[in-house]
């Protein structure tokens, strides 16, 4: 029982509203102002932050649900602050963690004290320490990597900050922007100078963890013109929180000429509502690419977006969902293509499994400025039994005749030559069947970091064990 | 106004193509049976409401020309088994129509759909076919030639309920001016619906700076043992074909001229009914034997 | 076979430098092919002769950065390949293109005009067709089939040498028209070749790797690429010996 004793107390000081059980009466259904000012206070927020907040409460209150995607009927939008006042209560005890969450981190083989630091049980120490070690390189190289918080009291970043914040992403963008907008906390400021070329891939999961925050994590990623970064967010062991609502924001920001890879392998627990939004404008001859795999939360919708703004930028996207039982996850990408000679790539794939539904969604607008520009769309989908479900809603919306705009989706199902090919070689049916569904995803993996790659892998590998989910 | 083409699983609102609000009047025309016969034609100028049965095991024609403005054509069909009913619909410029086609294809039986749009000022069209028999198909070829401020939404479901059941859907057609199209296809596989297949196409030629071309391609799917997909191209010729074509001495106005006219011809073809296609190319201000 | 140098200079290639936008891939190519002459162009694989002939046809996907290309007296280096198809040149592409729609009867009846530049009977069209299409043992179904739709690697080649004999230009290049083909297949368009010679007299460039197309050729010049430059050239036995050899001795740089 040697883990045992790794396990200690969360720091509750800096998350936890101290809203405790005999507060709940207090607190009542929705929220309100007075909670709104009490989080900007305890977060010592400048001016500018808590009216951002508190205009942004009053436009969730006026913005309707949405009334298209997965039901979010059993989120109980009108005590929305239940949500909030539990974020930072990852649990604190190792035994509360749920089984199916431990055995994956068994099967993944992730090492003891960073299973209950990703639980957010155990204090920070291996990730600690690299992120430490990260934050060494980084800083020599020039770039900033830190939190959103302590960045906007820092006088050279705050100016930034109040600049980029929520602009991408304003809080009227839908219900849950302006949900993020009021309660945000937590979250990663990243900033890259001119020319700068970051060859180690920043990894956000250090800073989620350390801090103990996730839920409505802010993401501002500043890229100067002709820089270079891979940022890596979250990591494929599950994160697990009691109460379940996740909506975060993720805004960047690429310079002209600069390039940002943005991987995400999102591993949420099955109890989540995954309402994330994420955002990237691009200028003159800049790019961005995504990489997301989804796997986990009870509900999710996610559709990163990516506005090309300035000539010859361009955007790939390139995505795997995993729909096991219990879940609905509705994903997918959105272009904006909004100047001359501007280029999109979009693949996709999704999987449905004992029950679950998966959905791509996505849009490709390309605006009457955008002359000379293509777009290119690939999504395919796989349904591994009959009680599961897979559809697909692209939308392709064109005002300018001179583009090149192509589409194309299937859907099916294992191949049984493929299966029995596979099995006249010795492999068991379920290995044989764990075999395709991996090659089935390499459009993701092959774009990850290898340690990434190997973990989703066994992700899928566990997937379709049925022994998680 | 009325809500009418529904988008069966709607998405983002800002796209505004989740339904099509038009003023809409009761379509009081007398209902019109048809079940005899193999080829029937109707010249639609007003409101109307068909009624259309293909009797087991036969094969009926019937072939709708529609014309003149603000109409509403109602047509319900019923492919018996084994059965065999084409429908063709062409509407004619000016034709400011709100069309609703609903059929139901019972085993082994086929609605074979050729409908041509030209121009249609401001026209919306729903298709719904239901597979609801075993082996029972579907195949759609759409063509629509819009200029001016012409608009045009259409909205296709293809409900797969029969086990093989098979749809293909092919739609081609050239928007000029400030031409607004939204198509909408769907194809549904039922729970249910093993061995069925579905494939759709939509193939759109850009000719002006001011269109606007929606493209709306669905596949919703609850049963495994399917097969089922959908492609899109939209814009302007591409660089090769210009220069394969070019290569071989023809100039490329001539080359887009040739290439939007296919996407009206293959339709053309595919209705063969003399007096109809004369009709139609007169209405193209092309002659007959212009070959 | 005695010929007149002056008047024999159909196609003249001058320091000719050309290749993708971020690449250049001929590196100052020259080269003369006279009125009626037939010329094989060979070279190891990624040489640049693909680019050789996609550029003298004016494909859009090179750009010429230098030197002329001269046809039939006239300085043809900025001209959109539908010109320079009138004035007489043909490529016969190595993956034709698909397209859909157009029948490849319509097509090439289409092109026939404006090479021509008149208005041609559909009978007399049919007729010429038909008779080039037998002659490449062609079902006639075929010409009214969208180009080159579902036609097979074969079929296709045997549709870019029919449309050859009925466009009759002054020069063809045939880029590996002979690839991919079972040998009855090579025969077949080795045929149609000759008849368009015979008929013609018109010039060929004939880029190839084997020696089966040029069995019923009379080779005047052979001409060896390598790395965007020529590397060799000779008569007829130069095609043997590199047949036999290989192109070590001719690539540039070893």
Redesign the interface.
């Known amino acids: 029982m040697k883990e045992k004793t790794q396990v200690s107390d969360i720091d509750r000081s800096l998350y936890d509203f101290r809203y405790e059980e005999d507060e709940r009466d207090y607190l009542g259904s929705g929220i309100t102002p007075e909670i709104i000012k009490e989080i900007s206070e305890e977060k010592n927020d400048p001016e500018w932050m808590r009216e951002f907040r508190l205009r942004s409460l009053e436009i969730y209150n006026k913005t309707p649900m949405v009334d298209w995607g997965p039901s979010i009927e059993e989120l109980d939008v009108d005590n929305i602050v239940t949500y909030i006042r539990q974020k930072s209560r990852m649990n604190t005890d190792w035994d509360d963690v749920p089984d199916d969450i431990k055995n994956t981190f068994e099967r993944l083989g992730i090492p003891q004290a960073e299973r209950e630091s990703l639980a957010g049980v155990g204090a920070q120490y291996d990730s600690e320490l690299v992120y430490h070690n990260v934050r060494k390189e980084v800083a020599e190289s020039g770039v900033v990597y830190t939190d959103l918080e302590s960045a906007m009291h820092d006088e050279k970043y705050a100016d930034i900050i109040k600049e980029h914040f929520m602009k991408l992403v304003p809080p009227t963008d839908h219900k849950f922007a302006a949900l993020h907008g009021a309660v945000w906390s937590g979250g990663s400021f990243v900033y890259v100078p001119a020319g700068v070329h970051l060859d180690i891939p920043l990894q956000s999961y250090f800073r989620l963890n350390a801090k103990g925050a996730g839920q409505f994590e802010h993401t501002l990623i500043i890229l100067e013109e002709n820089s270079y970064l891979h940022f890596i967010e979250g990591c494929s062991a599950p994160k697990y929180y009691e109460a379940g609502l996740h909506a975060g924001c993720v805004e960047l920001f690429v310079g002209k000429g600069a390039s940002l890879r943005y991987s995400t392998i999102e591993n949420w627990s099955k109890n989540m509502f995954n309402l994330n939004t994420k955002r990237a404008i691009v200028s003159e001859g800049g790019k961005i690419e995504w990489v997301s795999g989804s796997f986990g939360s009870h509900v999710s919708y996610l559709y990163p977006m990516s506005i090309l703004n300035g000539k010859g930028a361009r955007a790939e996207f390139t995505g795997i969902t995993f729909a096991g039982e219990g879940q609905n996850l509705d994903t997918g990408a959105k272009i904006v293509h909004n100047a001359p000679d501007t280029s999109s790539y979009m693949n996709t794939k999704s999987i449905s499994k004992s029950g679950g539904i998966s959905t791509f969604r996505s849009s490709v607008t390309v605006n009457e400025k955008a002359v000379g520009s293509k777009s290119s769309v690939s999504c395919e989908s796989l349904m591994l039994d009959g009680i599961s479900r897979s559809d697909t809603i692209p939308a392709m919306d064109i005002r300018t005749d001179k583009c090149d705009i192509g589409h194309e989706a299937k859907i099916g199902r294992i191949s049984d030559e493929a299966v029995f090919y596979l099995m006249s070689r010795g492999l068991s049916e379920e290995e044989a069947k764990a075999m395709i569904v991996r090659g089935f995803a390499d459009n993701v993996s092959k774009e990850l970091p290898l340690e990434y790659a190997v973990e989703m892998n066994n992700l899928i590998g566990l997937e379709m064990k049925g022994s998680i989910g | 106004m009325t809500k009418l083409n529904k988008l069966p699983a709607p998405t983002y609102g800002w796209l505004g193509v989740n339904y099509a609000e038009r003023e809409l009047s009761d379509n009081k025309a007398e209902l019109v049976s048809v079940s005899e016969g193999s080829l029937v034609k109707a010249d639609i100028t007003s409101d109307a409401r068909y009624e259309l049965s293909a009797q087991e095991n036969k094969e009926l024609t019937v072939i709708m020309y529609i014309s003149d403005e603000d109409k509403r054509v109602d047509v319900s069909a019923k492919a018996e088994s084994g059965s065999k009913l084409t429908v063709v619909q062409v509407f004619d410029k000016g034709a400011r129509t709100a069309a609703q086609l609903t059929a139901d294809i019972a085993d082994s039986a086929e609605l074979r759909l050729i409908q041509l749009y030209i121009g249609g000022a401001d026209t919306v069209s729903e298709i719904n076919p239901v597979l609801s028999g075993y082996s029972s198909s579907f195949k759609a070829d759409i063509g629509y030639l819009l200029e001016g401020e012409d608009k045009l939404d259409i909205n296709l479901i293809a409900d797969h309920k029969g086990r093989k059941s098979i749809s293909e859907i092919n739609v081609s057609g050239v928007l000029a001016d400030t031409s607004d199209k939204t198509f909408k296809g769907t194809i549904d596989f039922k729970n249910g619906a093993s061995g069925a297949k579905g494939a759709e196409k939509e193939d759109v030629l850009l000719l002006s700076e001011k269109v606007r071309n929606k493209t709306v391609p669905l596949i919703l799917c609850a049963e495994e043992d399917v097969e089922g997909s959908h492609g899109a191209s939209i814009g302007r010729i591409n660089e090769e074909h210009i220069f394969y074509m070019q290569s071989r001495g023809i100039p490329e106005d001539k080359i887009y001229e040739l290439t939007a006219r296919s996407k009206t011809d293959r339709i053309i073809k595919l209705i063969g009914d003399e007096e109809t296609v004369s009709r139609i190319n007169k209405t193209l201000g092309r002659s007959d034997d212009d070959e | 076979m005695q010929r007149n140098d002056t008047m024999s200079e159909l196609l003249k290639i001058e320091d000719l430098t050309a290749g993708a936008p971020d690449k250049e891939l001929l590196h100052g190519v020259t080269l003369t092919i006279g009125t009626g002459e037939t010329h094989v162009l060979m070279g190891p694989n990624g040489a640049g002769k693909s680019t050789l002939g996609c550029t003298i046809?004016?494909?859009?996907?090179y750009r010429i950065t230098g030197g002329k290309i001269i046809f039939d007296g006239e300085d043809i280096t900025d001209e959109?390949?539908?010109k320079?198809?009138?004035k007489g040149i043909?490529?016969s592409?190595q993956n034709?293109?698909e397209?859909?729609?157009?029948t490849l009867s319509?097509?090439?009846r289409?092109?026939?005009e404006?090479?021509t530049g008149k208005r041609m009977k559909?009978w007399d069209f049919k007729k010429k067709l038909k008779a080039a299409m037998e002659l490449l043992e062609m079902d006639t179904a075929y010409a009214d089939r969208d180009l080159n739709v579902g036609f097979s690697g074969g079929e296709k080649k045997k549709a870019e040498i029919l449309?050859l004999l009925v466009?009759e230009p002054k020069l063809a290049i045939l880029d590996e028209t002979d690839s991919g083909l079972d040998v009855d297949a090579v025969k077949t368009v080795s045929k149609g070749i000759d008849e368009y010679k015979n008929r013609t007299g018109g010039s060929l460039l004939v880029i190839t790797h084997n020696t089966k197309i040029l069995e019923a050729l009379s080779v005047d010049k052979t001409h060896i690429l390598s790395a965007g430059k020529i590397a060799a050239e000779g008569g007829a036995e130069l095609v043997d010996e590199v047949i036999s050899g290989g192109f070590e001795k001719y690539i540039v740089g070893k």
Do not use: Y
């Open positions: 046809m004016g494909s859009p996907e959109p390949a539908d320079r198809a009138r043909f490529l592409f034709p293109i397209i859909a729609g157009i319509e097509f090439l289409n092109a026939l404006q090479i559909l449309q466009l």
